[in-house]
Structure formats: structure tokens, C-alpha cells
């Protein structure tokens, strides 16, 4: 049984937890710890956890107890416990984003250079979507020939929090398909350009500019556009289609009970995002707790993903401003993440 030690014991907390213990195999929480010692009580109470609330982030991470690391804190609260477990030569699983800054994801990457390994997994759990990774197969497989533009739709029926704003549209949903592209395409960003249409007047957040449209270019000339809103007000709605050389691949609308009813023939839409990647965020977790019982690098979305979207966000925030085009100055990728 692989021991994890669980920092923040918020929303997505839960989630992990819940599939940790009804759905996963070979883990158990032993650890847990939040600023907000509340919610480290209620996460073990609420799921009958063994384990014990720790008193901090040094406390959790190197105890013999903790195997592992999973940090599901505030997006600002990663970097600690991360570079902790890194120091502690012990796996390490981060929601998404790595970090909100894009030297503290730099000083990430160092210390993972510094021990010469790779403990370190990013939730960005689209990667594990089936969908998604039919996507991916089909690109590698040469199916719809060498992919050369795309287009996205990230679409939430209202706003995830009430303080959400303009650049949390980055931050917070576009830094998904930031991460997914570069996968799918097998290649780096070099701009972005985010674009404001016109304005929904259902927007009742006076700090959010919304609807958005974020271009990437990538350095092999392919360019997709992500269409960006957070009050689609008909659910939660995400597409991605790859336009080839031969062909287009596209994610399917999920499949849903098909309803004959007076005078119409329809199928429902999730209104939030909680079950679209239900499964991914399983075979995530369960990928990551694998390779760290077999004590082998993680084999998902690394430090350096984390690093190229960060820096990717951060442009698009600055793109925010100007609705110009911004260039991407991504260093060249370590040896240790190719
Ligand atoms: N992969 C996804 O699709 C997805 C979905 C939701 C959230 N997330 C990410 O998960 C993280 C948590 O989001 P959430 O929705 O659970 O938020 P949340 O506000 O529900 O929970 C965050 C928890 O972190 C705790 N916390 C804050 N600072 C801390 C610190 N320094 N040390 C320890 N605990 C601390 C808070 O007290 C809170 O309990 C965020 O980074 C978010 O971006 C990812």
C-alpha cells in the first residue's frame, strides 16, 4: 500500500479522496494537513480516514509515514510542498496550475535538474480523458496527417466562483487547453494572442471579460483558436477539433440518453464540470500511485509542462492588455524532460 500524505482539503481534495478510497487500488491516505485545520478534519471524518492531521507541510512530507505527496492547496500554496517532497526524494502529484508564478515553477524544474529525476505529476487530467486520448492516437498515427489547425470551446454555464475574473479565464480554464495543444500537436508554442468579443450582457461579473478568444501558434505554423466563456448559461460545454492534412478529429459530445418528447428529440448537457473528467481524474491518480509503488518517474504531465504553461498563461494575461499578439520565449527543454 502506497502511504500519501495530503496537503489542502478543499473541493478537489474530496474528489481525490473519494476516489482513493472506492475507487483506486494500492493507496491510503496516512497524512493530511491544511492551513484551515476544519477541513483537514472534515476530509477524514467524511471519507473514515486512519490518518493523522499534521501540524505542517514539513511535518506531512517527511514523515515515515508519507510515501507520497499529493498537494491539492491553493494554487499559490503548491511550490512549498512540492519542494519539499523533491528534497525529500519523495513523488509528487500538484493540481494544476504548477505554480502561479513562472519563476517558482523555474525553481521546480531546478530541483528536479539538481537530484538529475523526475518526482513530480500535474493534474492536468485531460491527458487521461479516453477522448482525449483517441485524439492523441489518432494525431501520432498519421490518420488525419500532419495536424495543422484547431479549435477549442471551453464553455461553463456560469462563473466557478464569484470571484472570478478576467485573467482566471487564463489561469483558471484556458491553461487546460494550453496544456492539452501542445500535447496533441507534439510541439511549442512561440504565441498568443486573447481577444475580447463582444460582451454578454448575462455576465453579471463587472471583473470578467467574457466571451474570450485565446490563438496559439506553434512552432511548426499550426495555429488554434480556444473559444472562452464562462456563462454559456446551457452547461458545461468542452470541444476540441484537429484539422489535418486528410482529415478532422474531433472530442464527441458526451454520450447521453437520447430524449423523444413533445415536439423535439434531445440529449442533455452537464451544467457543471464535475463529471465530464470523472474518469480521467481516476486513471490519473491511479497512473501516479502505479509508477510511484514500482518507485519508477512519473509518466504524466511533468514539471516542464507545468513550467510551458505557466509561461504561456502568463503571456496571454499580458495579451489580455493589448489584445496583441504576444511572443513566447520558451527555453530550450532540459534533458532530464525529453
Ligand atoms: N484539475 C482540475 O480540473 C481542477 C479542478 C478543481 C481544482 N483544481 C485545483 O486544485 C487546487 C485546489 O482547488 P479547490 O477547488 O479544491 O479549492 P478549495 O478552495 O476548495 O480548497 C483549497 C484548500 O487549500 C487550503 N489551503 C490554502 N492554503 C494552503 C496552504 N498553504 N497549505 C495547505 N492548505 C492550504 C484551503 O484551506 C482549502 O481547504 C487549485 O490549485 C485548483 O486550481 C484543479
Known sequence: MLRLGLVGCGAIAHTH???????LKGAQITFVFDVFSAAAQKIVRDYNLTAKIASSIDELVNSEEVDAVLVCSRND???EPILAA????KPVFSEKPLAT????????VAAEIEENQRFLQVGFMRRYDPFYQQLKQT???GKIGKPLMGYCRHFTAEPATNYFETPNMINDAFIHEIDIIHWLFGDDYVSVQVQYARQNSLNKNDNLVDP???TVKMKQGAIVNTYLTQNSQYGYDVKCQI??????????DMPKLEMHSVGKIYHEIDHDWTYRFEEAYQLEMQDFIDQATRHEAPTGPTAWDGLVAALTADNAVESQQSQQVVEIKLPERPVLYQ
Not at 479522496?17 to 475507487?23: C, D, L, R, S, Y
Not at 508564478?101 to 525553481?107: A, G, L, P, S
Not at 484539422?243 to 464527441?252: D, M, N, Q, S, V
Open 17 to 23: 479522496t473519494a476516489n482513493i478510497v472506492n475507487k
Open 77 to 79: 500554496a503548491h511550490v
Open 86 to 89: 523533491i528534497k525529500a526524494h
Open 101 to 108: 508564478t513562472y519563476e517558482d515553477c523555474q525553481k521546480i
Open 139 to 141: 494525431i501520432d498515427g
Open 212 to 214: 474570450q478568444i485565446a
Open 243 to 252: 484539422i489535418g492534412e486528410k482529415g478532422i478529429a474531433e472530442l464527441p
